[in-house]
């Protein structure tokens, strides 16, 4: 097959989440009625193989699905099934925990029943599953609910986990709850093979075959219906916000965020609260929920959404480091009293940074909204309760109660943030601001202009290639800052903070910093993943030896390999610092201080370490760290160097005009206005550029030359029978010029222009007084012409500045669309004169084409591009039917969800 569709129009990894749902339950239905029919509970291997089935099937293919519908930009399944297989993956290592912790009962050919060892310790399994699945509940709930407005099918699956959570809860105290847990059970199985045949079908031959997608038990915008009025007034306050792009690469990770918040702090809060006593099994829920939160980052970062890439990765680590602390403190320290344990911590530092990088947010988030800022109030709040000054039980009390809280606004903004992801519109509002950007970038600046003699404007935003900052390099500060501030020993520290200080250590300095590595490697510049790895590698080896060590009471040989170990951190940071300083000031003192701490880990392996000099240096670490993540992350957010972090002190051979030079054509920014004239002048003397649209990037020529028209089929080796259509600057250019078009055909071009949808009409005189004079011929076909009006500000100055424009998506034909002016450089830069520089496109597919060349005789039809054959999927219907429905065709129409041909009569 020569050419077919791409993989995106066929792929369906909600099959793979469906599918991996009904295993897990079917697998639990099968032990819940082997339970009551026997009367006997499974024990030892019988719960470990159950575990491992869980976890691979339930937990690891879900994910894979999860993953996969992240990039197939669906919020809800893309949510669902990463959160549901983190429930399954816990409810899977819980199994594996009890039989463990179960005598397991090996029968043997002619040996009878052989009794095997295990662990004599019983962990509190029923406890602490409880906890989790009380969080889980109220996630399952929420999805469910807006599940209903994506299909028929979802929320019969989803109600039925949910259902099933409960009295699986329920069953762990009462048998009888696990029969109708496991009727549940049945239904999740029965509508979930139903639901996985059906998308299957769907994907195979591309419309449905099976009832139950494609419509929805009712309009995700109905829950917006009463708040309209109150979201134009909010509207009209915020005029003087940034243009901001719509990301449609991956789904919005923000209720995944949201609801992972709300799982950890639940168990938590249950714990604090003496249910259960011990924190061995519910550390593992709040692990693999932790992974989750961790993922929701990733996405974060890949929508290029720095705050709550940050914020939730940060809360992650807060997470990880409190559940295991406490399983230290409830499991390996538990002959010690909370007493002892209260004196211990009195000693840590770490919460107090914890408790700046929450205030860090809520600083941020002054100008965004409310809701935002009450969440970032509420964490700093949790922050707060486990600094270690709070002792004995009020630690708990004050901990559980702000657990409590923050998982129930957590909650509520999962629901939230989960409903405007799907609508992709703020139908609940989220509340106003409380200072505009601009005037929280003014005090931000004000630093700068503290050390200047004369008044400094407000910096000019600028490429984020040509900041101070990338985006992983807030966390990263905060990751090593962390580390720094934890790993200092207080003069006569209890030997019980050694081991309470370990996951202090080790998570943010190892752990997170691993996945700041994992980030850097898609940035690809300055130093890639090497500066994060190699000093997640120095706080893995700080940790072993000055926390672990002093416990284990390591042998002086292994001494030896730390200080030869040590000796190979300084050489490597050494080429580091000389990277640095290509960087910035604050980078390159922070990797000189570092040289100072490894030297003072050196001299500990030599027994030779003045203990009140590390502690200086670890300190004044931590302060630049806190330095370095305010500054990178308030000039990346705002993409202006506000809080300075120092030039570069030494510069390579390459400069701009060098980097300018080596490209094909000229590649102005359309951040500039002199980008736009650039371009302008090049389309106005006869060239062909590359200029983006509300869609993708697209070829443009001016309509004053056809030969650059007809040059455009050349450069992408388009076929001359395709046309080329015709973009224009406003909806009010084509009334002046008054084209013999019906009332309805007005109705629809003024609820769908400006925007991505291109409307086919008749060809007539008209055209020419629009502007396109001798390219009447060039554009269109012989009777008719696609007009498309943009949405996207930077095109509508472009065509005030040159008039209408001949414009056809800028890729070789048969290729697919660029979605980046990186792409239009790289394949078409050597053929075109120009290209309009404006970051990621709008959409990842070219606009939805509309066939309106009938419509003055009843009769109209569309489809999306590139054009294939539709059938006729709804009955004929009387225009006055038509006149009524048309606000609902109009509203699905722009939202591009549904493909729609209709015959009037």
């Known amino acids: 097959?020569?050419?077919?569709?791409?993989?995106?129009?066929?792929?369906?990894?909600?099959?793979?989440?469906?599918?991996?749902?009904?295993?897990?339950?079917?697998?639990?239905?099968?032990?819940?009625?082997?339970?009551?029919?026997?009367?006997?509970q499974a024990l030892g291997l019988e719960n470990m193989l159950a575990g491992v089935h869980l976890i691979l099937i339930g937990g690891i293919v879900q994910l894979v699905a999860g993953l996969l519908t992240f990039r197939k930009y669906d919020h809800l399944a893309g949510t669902t099934f990463v959160a549901f297989a983190a429930l399954w993956g816990s409810y899977g290592a819980t199994r594996i925990v009890l039989g463990s912790s179960e005598p397991w009962n090996l029968t043997l050919p002619g040996n009878g029943s052989v009794p095997l060892p295990s662990n004599s310790t019983h962990p509190p399994v029923e406890e602490s599953a409880l906890a989790g699945l009380v969080a889980y509940i109220s996630v399952a709930f929420i999805v469910s609910f807006c599940s209903a407005t994506?299909?028929?099918?979802?929320?019969?699956?989803?109600?039925?986990?949910?259902?099933?959570?409960?009295?699986?809860?329920?069953?762990?105290?009462?048998?009888?709850?696990?029969?109708?847990?496991?009727?549940?059970?049945?239904?999740?199985?029965?509508?979930?093979?139903?639901?996985?045949?059906?998308?299957?079908?769907?994907?195979?031959?591309?419309?449905?075959?099976l009832p139950g997608f494609g419509n929805a038990l009712f309009d995700v915008l109905l829950l917006?219906?009463?708040?309209?009025?109150?979201?134009?007034?909010?509207?009209?306050?915020?005029?003087?916000?940034?243009?901001?792009?719509?990301?449609?690469?991956?789904?919005?990770?923000?209720?995944?965020?949201?609801?992972?918040?709300?799982?950890?702090?639940?168990?938590?809060?249950?714990?604090?609260?003496?249910?259960?006593?011990?924190?061995?099994?519910?550390?593992?829920?709040?692990?693999?929920?932790?992974?989750?939160?961790?993922?929701?980052?990733?996405?974060?970062?890949?929508?290029?959404?720095?705050?709550?890439?940050?914020?939730?990765?940060?809360?992650c680590g807060y997470w990880l480091v409190q559940s295991w602390e406490e399983f230290v403190a409830s499991v390996v320290l538990v002959s010690n009293g909370r007493?002892?344990?209260?004196?211990?911590?009195?000693?840590?530092?770490?919460?107090?940074?914890?408790?700046?990088?929450?205030?860090?947010?809520?600083?941020?988030?002054?100008?965004?909204?409310?809701?935002?800022?009450?969440?970032?109030?509420?964490?700093?709040?949790?922050?707060?309760?486990?600094?270690?000054?709070?002792?004995?039980?009020?630690?708990?009390?004050?901990?559980?109660?702000?657990?409590?809280?923050?998982?129930?606004?957590?909650?509520?903004?999962?629901?939230?943030?989960?409903?405007?992801?799907?609508?992709?519109?703020?139908?609940?509002?989220?509340?106003?601001?409380?200072?505009?950007?601009?005037?929280?970038?003014?005090?931000?600046?004000?630093?700068?202009?503290?050390?200047?003699?004369?008044?400094?404007?407000?910096?000019?935003?600028?490429?984020?290639r040509d900041l101070r900052s990338q985006l992983p390099d807030a966390l990263f500060f905060l990751c090593n800052g962390l580390a720094a501030l934890s790993a200092i020993q207080i003069s006569g520290s209890f030997p019980l903070r050694y081991y309470l200080s370990v996951p202090w250590v080790l998570i943010p300095g190892t752990v997170l910093q691993l996945y700041v590595a994992r980030l850097q490697v898609r940035g690809g510049r300055r130093f890639g993943p090497t500066l994060p790895f190699c000093y997640a590698a120095i706080w893995a080896a700080w940790t072993w030896l000055r926390f672990a060590g002093p416990t284990m009471s390591i042998p002086e040989p292994s001494l030896h390999a730390f200080t030869t170990g040590a000796t190979a951190f300084l050489v490597i940071n050494s080429f580091i610092i000389v990277m640095a300083g290509y960087f910035s000031v604050v980078m390159l003192v922070l990797t000189a201080m570092m040289e100072v701490l490894i030297v003072c880990f050196l001299l500990f392996t030599l027994n030779k370490l003045p203990l009140p000099l590390e502690e200086v240096f670890l300190a004044l670490f931590t302060v630049l760290c806190l330095y370095g993540a305010t500054a990178s992350f308030a000039?990346?957010?705002?993409?202006?160097?506000?809080?300075?972090?120092?030039?570069?002190?030494?510069?390579?051979?390459?400069?701009?005009?060098?980097?300018?030079?080596?490209?094909?054509?000229?590649?102005?920014?359309?951040?500039?206005?002199?980008?736009?004239?650039?371009?302008?002048?090049?389309?106005?003397?006869?060239?062909?550029?590359g200029v983006p649209s509300d869609t993708v990037y697209t070829l443009a020529?001016?309509?004053?030359?056809?030969?650059?028209?007809?040059?455009?089929?050349?450069?992408?080796?388009?076929?001359?029978?395709?046309?080329?259509?015709?973009?224009?600057?406003?909806?009010?250019?084509?009334?002046?010029?008054?084209?013999?078009?019906?009332?309805?055909?007005?109705?629809?071009?003024?609820?769908?222009?400006?925007?991505?949808?291109?409307?086919?009409?008749?060809?007539?005189?008209?055209l020419k007084k629009l502007g396109v004079g001798p390219a009447y011929d060039y554009v269109?076909?012989?009777?008719?012409?696609?007009?498309?009006?943009?949405?996207?500000?930077?095109?509508?100055?472009?065509?005030?500045?040159?008039?209408?424009?001949?414009?056809?998506?800028?890729?070789?034909?048969?290729?697919p669309d660029s979605t980046h002016h990186d792409m239009v450089i790289t394949r078409l830069g050597h053929k075109v004169d120009g290209v309009l520089c404006d970051g990621d496109s709008t959409e990842l597919v070219s606009s939805t084409v509309v066939i309106c060349t009938k419509i003055d005789e009843g009769e109209g039809a569309s489809s999306t591009f590139p054009s294939v054959s539709f059938p006729l999927i709804f009955p004929p219907v009387s225009p006055s039917l038509l006149f009524s429905s048309l606000p609902l065709f109009l509203s699905l129409l722009k939202t591009r969800v549904v493909c729609v041909c209709v015959s009037v009569f």
Not at 13 to 26: D, I, Q, R, Y
Not at 342 to 347: D, G, L, N, Q
Not at 797 to 815: C, F, V, Y
């Open 224 to 315: 917006g219906a009463k708040i309209k009025p109150a979201q134009r007034k909010q509207a009209g306050r915020g005029t003087e916000e940034e243009e901001k792009k719509k990301n449609s690469t991956y789904a919005e990770p923000l209720a995944l965020g949201n609801m992972s918040d709300t799982v950890s702090a639940a168990i938590l809060a249950f714990y604090c609260f003496g249910y259960p006593r011990s924190f061995q099994v519910g550390v593992l829920w709040v692990t693999i929920n932790s992974a989750a939160q961790l993922l929701a980052s990733y996405y974060a970062c890949m929508r290029l959404d720095i705050f709550h890439a940050t914020k939730f990765g940060l809360h």
């Open 701 to 766: 020529a001016s309509c004053k030359h056809p030969a650059a028209i007809e040059r455009i089929y050349n450069i992408k080796d388009r076929p001359m029978e395709k046309p080329i259509c015709l973009t224009i600057g406003s909806l009010e250019q084509l009334e002046d010029v008054n084209p013999p078009f019906s009332p309805l055909l007005w109705e629809f071009m003024r609820n769908v222009y400006p925007g991505g949808i291109g409307c086919i009409v008749r060809k007539g005189e008209w």
């Open 635 to 689: 000039n990346y957010l705002f993409e202006k160097n506000l809080i300075p972090m120092g030039p570069q002190l030494m510069k390579s051979g390459r400069n701009k005009k060098s980097e300018t030079d080596a490209l094909p054509c000229p590649c102005p920014t359309s951040q500039k206005t002199s980008g736009l004239l650039t371009i302008a002048h090049i389309l106005e003397s006869g060239g062909v550029c």
């Open 780 to 815: 269109g076909t012989k009777d008719s012409i696609m007009i498309r009006i943009s949405d996207l500000t930077v095109t509508t100055h472009l065509l005030s500045m040159t008039g209408p424009l001949a414009i056809t998506s800028a890729n070789p034909s048969g290729e």
């Open 339 to 464: 007493e002892e344990l209260s004196e211990a911590r009195a000693a840590m530092l770490g919460g107090w940074l914890f408790l700046a990088s929450a205030l860090l947010l809520c600083l941020f988030s002054l100008c965004r909204n409310r809701l935002e800022l009450l969440h970032n109030a509420a964490f700093a709040l949790l922050t707060i309760s486990t600094l270690p000054q709070i002792r004995g039980q009020a630690h708990y009390t004050f901990f559980g109660v702000a657990c409590v809280l923050y998982a129930v606004l957590s909650l509520g903004i999962s629901f939230i943030s989960l409903v405007n992801s799907i609508a992709e519109k703020a139908l609940i509002p989220l509340g106003t601001r409380l200072v505009s950007a601009v005037q929280l970038q003014e005090v931000l600046f004000g630093l700068k202009r503290c050390f200047t003699p004369y008044a400094m404007p407000l910096p000019a935003a600028c490429e984020p």
């Open 150 to 209: 994506a299909n028929y099918i979802m929320p019969f699956v989803f109600g039925a986990i949910t259902i099933t959570l409960v009295f699986e809860a329920v069953g762990l105290f009462a048998t009888w709850s696990l029969v109708v847990s496991g009727i549940t059970q049945m239904v999740i199985v029965c509508c979930g093979f139903y639901g996985a045949a059906a998308l299957l079908l769907k994907g195979l031959y591309q419309r449905h075959v």
């Open 1 to 40: 097959m020569a050419q077919g569709f791409a993989s995106v129009f066929y792929s369906e990894p909600a099959v793979l989440g469906l599918l991996a749902n009904v295993f897990s339950a079917f697998y639990v239905a099968l032990q819940n009625f082997a339970r009551v029919a026997t009367d006997r």
